[in-house]
């Protein structure tokens, strides 16, 4: 059974920075790659960003795009997003999932991932 594990979410003020882990287990993990969504009261679950296991490529929101920061550890199976310059608009549950393909692409729909760790909640405060 795979799971993932979020943490690091919390409160902080509008311009502060927070980086969120996702550790990543269970007998069947082999995923390609990881990626990060948010969802806040209301709205649809918003692709963030993407890396690979393998060659680390990177893929980014527009809203997110120089202020957000995806990475991964292979070693630990564990996956981080660093956020930095935050704004008030970025308060959301923040999720990890895995990618369920088996070849490496720019996947942004929710869809395109079939595992998911429970959510950490970010609150960035005026």
């Known amino acids: 059974q795979v799971q993932l594990v979020e943490s690091g979410g919390g409160l902080v003020q509008a311009g502060g920075s927070l980086r969120l882990s996702c550790a990543a287990s269970?007998?069947?993990?082999?995923?390609?790659?990881m990626g990060w969504f948010r969802q806040a009261p209301g709205k649809e679950r918003e692709f963030i960003a993407r890396i690979t296991w393998s060659t680390g490529m990177t893929y980014y929101a527009v809203s997110v795009k120089g202020r957000f920061t995806v990475s991964r550890d292979n070693a630990k199976n564990t996956v981080y997003l660093q956020m930095n310059s935050l704004k008030p608009e970025d308060t959301a549950v923040y999720y990890c999932?895995?990618?369920?393909?088996?070849?490496?692409?720019?996947?942004?729909?929710?869809?395109?991932?079939?595992?998911w760790g429970q959510g950490t909640q970010v609150t960035v405060s005026s």
């Open positions: 999932a895995a990618d369920r393909h088996t070849y490496d692409g720019n996947f942004r729909a929710w869809g395109d991932y079939n595992y």
């Open positions: 269970g007998g069947s993990f082999s995923s390609v790659a």
